[in-house]
């Protein structure tokens, strides 16, 4: 099969086409990466930390290209695609330290002489499936753990990213097996999940679940991070232009294209009139880049017209723009009837509903009541008020005043409800979940 990907500003524009292996094509992949794998770990922890750390040069010195291509084939605004690079960058850095830290503890023994060790081991070969929005930092922060404890990797990238992750493995220049890129869709996720050792996905809920249980019925350790429906709580003591400010970027930001975008807006009490002027303004100004494709477009229009023909009001945007490319004025929503898809569905693009709560109480319900939760934000001056929202939000990552989007790659991340399943990703969290523990009792021979 043939797979092409386009520019999102420039649909006639195309940045890639090129053959896809198949399921036979991407089971032999697997096999070279498992024959690669013994090699690979026992080159040692300098060897594989001096790999990634030559990795991170490479990406750092072909950084304006990365972002270029970025930008021209999923649409991403150059800073934002600057931000990542750079990120990709810091990525590979902090797990090139990685072959370094503890593998395992020492223990005494319940009773009598010898010492007990755990030992965190590699699983052997690594599936990673990875979705079109962040097409360098994702791949990275699943390939970079992955590798640092001694696996090998296969990474299925979605295709519409397909340029973006063939450019980085040839940057990354790892020894042959190590990490390798199979271009494709289902056919060959499918195969990959069939066959890798150990699995990470990144992508929508439905073929995230359908991820999950194919692995489960191969009993292999899994993790997948899913689509989210986050919410913004914005109390009446919080600062309202500069909340608005910090939706406008979680909304608007990458044309809403993150998972972690907000698109359930909570007014507390009198919070709720000036920041839907404010917000609505800001959102109505500003400038928005093409979503990912003619059917994310559709998609979108459709879920604003039937919230708009259900009684919605729509308080700005929500209708296709003159482009260039494939673009969507950002849309704000309010009296969206309970239960509409927009309400308890991700629609991964710049559009969010404002709703009212008396107080946190009811607020922090009205989050709750997603089971898709992977970030939450709360607007507040009362450090009480954020520390309660805290503790009760269930959601992945919670900010204070600070938009929801944004990601600190050395600390664990992923959501909560259906949003996620398995081990966090990131941090230290993902040498975990590349690694299984092994209990060695250590006994004198006599
Ligand atoms: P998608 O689910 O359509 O595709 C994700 C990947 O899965 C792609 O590589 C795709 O080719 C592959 N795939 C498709 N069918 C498969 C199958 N049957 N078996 C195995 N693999 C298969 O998602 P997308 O449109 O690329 O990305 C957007 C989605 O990703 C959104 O829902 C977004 O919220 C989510 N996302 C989540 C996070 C997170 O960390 N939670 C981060 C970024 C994006």
């Known amino acids: 099969m043939t797979l092409t990907s386009r520019n999102p500003a420039a649909p006639a524009d195309v940045v890639i086409t090129t053959g896809t292996p198949g399921a036979a094509g991407t089971l032999a992949a697997v096999d070279r990466a498992r024959a690669a794998q013994p090699g690979w770990l026992a080159a040692g922890a300098a060897a594989r930390s001096a790999a990634l750390t030559r990795a991170a040069e490479a990406v750092e010195a072909h950084a304006d290209e990365l972002a270029a291509l970025v930008v021209r084939e999923v649409g991403k605004p150059l800073g934002e695609a600057r931000g990542e690079t750079a990120r990709t960058a810091a990525i590979l850095r902090f797990y090139a330290q990685a072959p370094y830290a503890p593998a395992g503890a020492v223990h005494e023994t319940a009773a009598g002489p010898g010492l007990l060790l755990t030992r965190r081991r590699p ?17 990275v922060w699943k390939a970079a753990p992955a590798l640092a404890v001694g696996n090998t990797a296969v990474l299925k990238p979605a295709p519409e990213a397909t340029a973006c992750a063939l450019r980085l493995a040839e940057l990354l220049d790892l020894p042959d097996g190590v990490l390798t890129v199979i271009p494709g869709g289902a056919e060959e996720g499918a195969a990959l999940v069939g066959a890798a050792d150990v699995v990470s996905f990144t992508g929508s809920t439905a073929v995230g679940r359908a991820v999950i249980a194919a692995t489960a019925e191969r009993g292999v350790p899994a993790q997948a991070e899913l689509g ?35 698109s359930r807006v909570i007014a507390v009490g009198e919070a709720y009139e000036p920041l839907r002027e404010a917000l609505a303004k800001r959102l109505a100004a500003e400038p928005c880049g093409p979503v990912i494709g003619e059917a994310a477009l559709d998609r979108l229009t459709g879920a604003v017209d039937t919230a708009r023909a259900a009684g919605a009001e729509v308080l700005t945007g929500g ?128």
């Not at 499936?129 to 791949?139: D, Q, R, S, V």
């Not at 003591?237 to 930001?253: N, S």
């Not at 939000?393 to 909560?416: C, K, Q």
């Open 319 to 446: 209708i296709r723009t003159d482009g260039p490319g494939w673009t969507f004025a950002p849309a704000l929503l309010a009296g969206v009837p309970a239960g509409h898809p927009l309400l308890t569905e991700e629609f991964f693009g710049p559009v969010a509903v404002l709703l009212r709560a008396a107080d946190l109480d009811e607020a922090i319900a009205l989050a709750n009541a997603s089971r898709h939760s992977l970030a939450a934000s709360v607007h507040t001056r009362e450090l009480g008020t954020a520390l309660a929202a805290a503790d009760r939000l269930a959601a992945g990552m919670i900010r204070i005043n600070a938009p929801s989007t944004g990601v600190d790659f050395h600390l664990p991340f992923g959501g909560t409800g259906s949003a996620a399943y398995g081990e966090r990703e990131q941090g230290a969290a993902a040498l975990d979940f590349y690694t299984a523990s092994r209990t060695v009792s250590l006994l004198p021979p006599a």
């Open 123 to 139: 699983y052997g070969v690594a599936g990673l499936i990875t979705p079109w929005n962040f097409p360098l930092a994702i791949p």
């Open 228 to 262: 989210g429906l986050n919410a913004a709580l914005v109390l009446p003591d919080a600062d309202i232009e500069r909340a608005a400010d910090d939706l406008t970027a979680a909304i608007a930001g990458y044309a809403g294209q993150k998972c972690t975008a907000t």
